[in-house]
């Protein structure tokens, strides 16, 4: 028998309908392992369309579904944070609104939370659809490895995370870092002693597109870096050499134009193949969804008229 678990998704009005059902399907019906509960939270206001797919998915689910509707988009961390509360299970997976998961990804990182507080995996980034691969993500499985990493890169993909609700409150919840929201949270998760796993197969289709890249920068991102590292170096994570080179070479890469983002990002961090590069090229820039650094989604503080939180 496997330990229960919560499926959380955060939904808001710039979700796609179609991929929001895909990524449901993905990981719930079309699972070895299917969650016993599906904690969707709607993160303000939606348009039509999208409140009928949810509607949708509630009635044919094949497991629970509880929906938290929140009466304003108040951005990632607080609607995950307001998810966690209405899950009834410790452990729980993560998934974003437009992103597949594999057949048998919770069969594979269920039984490894038995022993663990955070268990992540790898992930195969993809335009258009899953049969056109453009990049991958591997990440480091070696638990020193795994801290090592973190004083410089967050050492999970968020959209594969499955991890203990008890760990994660412990320290301090997603709390509100607009676009560094898990990185924050798995870094205090690591310096309260958090157990970790990494797989370094991959168990989630990841959707990018031109539009990934074009959010990765720009001046609002830039604020939420040298937030997140000022908080890391008070709090000891990060020494004041390490601090430095983070500030340098992450900030750095926040202002640089998006196109230069992109060269840097793909031999280091994705492993691009030409095909991929062609194939997004062809794309015309899919929108991505949240993506594991950082994550996609804009802070509050919209220019007028309102816009809302995005991923």
């Known amino acids: 028998m496997h330990e ?3 499926l959380l998704l955060s939904v808001y009005d710039g979700d796609r309908p179609d991929f929001l059902e895909r990524a449901f399907r993905s990981a719930v019906g079309g699972q070895t392992l299917r969650p016993d509960q599906v904690v969707i939270v709607r993160d303000g206001p939606v348009r039509a369309e999208l409140a009928a797919c949810l509607d949708r998915l509630q009635a044919g689910s094949p497991v629970p579904v509880t929906v938290v509707s929140l009466e304003r988009n108040r951005g990632l961390g607080p609607a995950l944070d307001s998810g966690l509360a209405a899950s009834r299970h410790d452990v729980i997976a993560r998934m974003d609104a ?5 057949p048998h990804r919770f069969e594979v990182e269920i039984p490894l939370i038995a ?3 955070i268990v992540g995996a790898g992930l195969l980034e993809f335009v258009g659809d899953i049969d056109h691969i453009v990049g991958q993500r591997v990440p480091p499985t070696d638990p020193e490895q795994i801290h090592r990493y973190a004083r410089m890169h967050d050492p999970f993909n968020h959209p594969t995370v499955v991890y203990r609700r008890a760990a994660v409150l412990a320290a301090g919840g997603y709390g509100d870092l607009p676009l560094m929201e898990d990185y924050a949270l798995f870094a205090r998760m690591l ?5 970790v796993v990494n797989v ?15 959010r990765r920068g720009g001046t609002d991102l830039l604020r939420s870096e040298l937030r997140l590292q000022r908080e ?30 992109r060269a840097v990002y793909r031999p280091i961090v994705a492993h691009y193949t030409e095909r991929g590069e062609h194939g997004e090229h062809q794309s015309g820039g899919e929108a991505a969804g949240g993506g594991p650094e950082p994550s996609d989604h804009n802070g509050p503080g919209s220019p007028t008229p309102p816009l809302p939180v995005r991923r």
């Not at 197969?201 to 031109?210: F, N």
């Not at 080179?245 to 196109?259: A, T």
Request: without cysteine; aromatic residues 16%.
């Open 115 to 117: 022993e663990a507080d």
């Open 200 to 214: 370094a197969e991959p168990l989630v289709y990841y959707r990018v597109g031109e539009t990934s890249f074009k």
């Open 191 to 195: 310096q309260n002693g958090a157990r």
């Open 98 to 102: 437009d992103d597949v998961a594999m």
């Open 232 to 261: 890391f170096h008070r709090q000891g994570f990060t020494s004041s050499p390490e601090y430095v080179r983070n500030v340098v070479v992450r900030g750095g890469y926040r202002m640089i134009p998006w196109r230069f983002r």
């Open 4 to 6: 229960p678990f919560t």
